[in-house]
Nanobody, 124 residues
Framework: QVRLVESGGGLMQAGASLTLSCAVT????????MAWFRQAPGKDREFVAA????????NYADSVKGRSTISKDPSKKTVYFQMNSLKPEDTAIYYC?????????????????WGQGTQVTVSS
């Protein structure tokens, strides 16, 4: 089965940059799209960014567009999320997700595989 493990979270200062990593097992077996979601306390889980593993096409939420990058290594065993100009409102648990669908579909129901999440806390 596909397994996802996130890393890179922690306590950050406003204005700083972060890099999150998601290690994925057997990404070519039933996985075509990977994405990052985040969930703040008391709020619904929201889409952040997605990447198609086949062609590398990307999709970003408006809240992070222009200051973030989702990418993958050539082996497709690791997906990264980089974001600069961190704000306190970026504080959330960040989840890595994977699915067998087109990268443009970002509803949580399309993703069959989820990591356990990594906490990102941005202080002012």
């Amino acid at each position: 089965q596909v397994r996802l493990v996130e890393s890179g979270g922690g306590l950050m200062q406003a204005g700083a940059s972060l890099t999150l990593s998601c290690a994925v097992t057997d990404p070519t077996n039933g996985v075509y799209t990977m994405a990052w979601f985040r969930q703040a306390p008391g709020k619904d889980r929201e889409f952040v960014a997605a990447i198609g593993l086949r062609g590398g096409m990307t999709n970003y939420a408006d809240s992070v567009k222009g200051r973030s990058t989702i990418s993958k290594d050539p082996s497709k065993k690791t997906v990264y999320f980089q974001m600069n100009s961190l704000k306190p409102e970026d504080t959330a648990i960040y989840y890595c997700a994977a699915g067998a669908h087109h990268y443009a579909y970002i509803d949580t129901d399309y993703f069959a595989h989820w990591g356990q999440g990594t906490q990102v806390t941005v202080s002012s």
